[in-house]
């Protein structure tokens, strides 16, 4: 376990990420995106990402929701 929310930072640096999961992602920001999105680079690397969606310009909305991408499985579960 690594929380991104004080210093995202700190894991743009570690090497082998195979798995990111982030919960509440709904407050991530657009910077701490820009930096999480390239670190996860392992062949077969997953992002997993949980939210409540707030606003449609939320950052993770935006991305996955918003965007149709061929390498994303969304989801709404209730």
Do not use: C
């Not at 004080?6 to 990420?17: P, R, T, Y």
């Not at 982030?22 to 657009?30: D, M």
């Amino acid at each position: 376990f690594k929380g991104v929310r004080h210093n995202v930072q700190s894991i743009k640096s570690m090497a082998g990420l195979t798995h990111l999961w982030l919960e509440e992602a709904q407050t991530i920001s657009a910077e701490s995106w820009d930096v999480l999105v390239p670190t996860i680079r392992e062949e077969g690397s997953e992002i997993w990402v949980t939210f409540n969606p707030l606003h449609e310009s939320d950052t993770v909305w935006a991305e996955l929701v918003a965007k149709v991408r061929d390498n994303a499985y969304v989801r709404k579960v209730n």
